[in-house]
């Protein structure tokens, strides 16, 4: 099984910048790709950002220009860099990964809230 480890979260005034992380353990291996989820209260989830190993990424559109997502060089850790940072960005920022063995986002880590306000 991938446990996943976020860090980074916090307040950040609008325009300014975050960079969130995520540290995969346990079955790293299987991992085919790894995303950046996000949920605002009354919302649903929605992807923000995913990353594959080949290095293939995708991005929502509300977002594109603004996050950048990266791995790490040990591969297992994968970076949300995020600027031009706006109120609506508010919300909790879930890591999440797809194994080669499920082929979905089955594994999430714990979240972490990210304030965009002044």
């Known amino acids: 099984q991938v446990q996943l480890v976020e860090s980074g979260g916090g307040l950040v005034q609008p325009g300014g910048s975050l960079r969130l992380s995520c540290a995969a353990s346990?079955?790293?291996?299987?991992?085919?790709?790894m995303g950046w989820y996000r949920q605002a209260p009354g919302k649903e989830r929605e992807l923000v950002a995913a990353?594959?190993?080949?290095?293939?990424?995708n991005y929502a559109d509300s977002v594109k220009g603004r996050f950048a997502i990266s791995r790490g060089n040990a591969k297992n850790t994968v970076y949300l860099q995020m600027n031009s940072l706006k109120p609506e960005d508010t919300a909790v920022y879930y890591c999440?990964?797809?194994?080669?063995?499920?082929?979905?986002?089955?594994?999430w880590g714990q979240g972490t809230q990210v304030t965009v306000s002044n």
């Open positions: 346990g079955s790293a291996f299987t991992i085919s790709a």
């Open positions: 999440a990964a797809r194994t080669i063995i499920s082929g979905t986002y089955d594994t």
């Open positions: 990353i594959t190993s080949g290095g293939n990424t």
